[in-house]
């Protein structure tokens, strides 16, 4: 069982950058692939970025490629989203979510993920 809280969430002007944590529960953090996901009124909920259990891989939706970073700090059982250059159509709820390691690393259905986080809402003003 794994517990995830998100945090860093907030509003900010288009161009500017927010960094947003999720701190897990637990003692088995390093076994699971990170994925940060975004919901937006009216969307499905997406795969923004995400990251292996060794942080040696990464994924990134094309939407936000070269803007955004994922990172894991295993010791401290945090995964970080940086976002650089905000647009107005980045505004949503962004989800931390786990999955255990296994077959393909990257999976973008949200349904595969086993644990998620309550979720922060970003809103970037124009």
């Known amino acids: 069982q794994v517990q995830l809280v998100e945090s860093g969430g907030g509003l900010v002007q288009a161009g500017g950058s927010l960094r947003l944590s999720c701190a897990a529960s637990?003692?088995?953090?390093?076994?699971?692939?990170m994925g940060w996901f975004r919901q937006a009124p009216g969307n499905e909920r997406e795969l923004v970025a995400a990251?292996?259990?060794?942080?040696?891989?990464?994924y990134y939706a094309d939407s936000v490629k070269g803007r955004f970073t994922v990172s894991r700090d295993n010791a401290k059982n945090t995964v970080y989203l940086q976002m650089n250059s905000l647009k107005p159509e980045d505004t949503a709820v962004y989800y931390c979510?786990?999955?255990?390691?296994?077959?393909?690393?990257?999976?973008?259905?949200?349904?595969?993920?086993?644990?998620w986080g309550q979720g922060t809402q970003v809103t970037v003003s124009s």
């Open positions: 990251i292996s259990r060794t942080g040696g891989s990464t």
């Open positions: 979510a786990a999955r255990p390691a296994g077959g393909v690393t990257f999976v973008t259905d949200s349904s595969e993920y086993n644990y």
């Open positions: 637990g003692r088995t953090f390093s076994i699971y692939v």
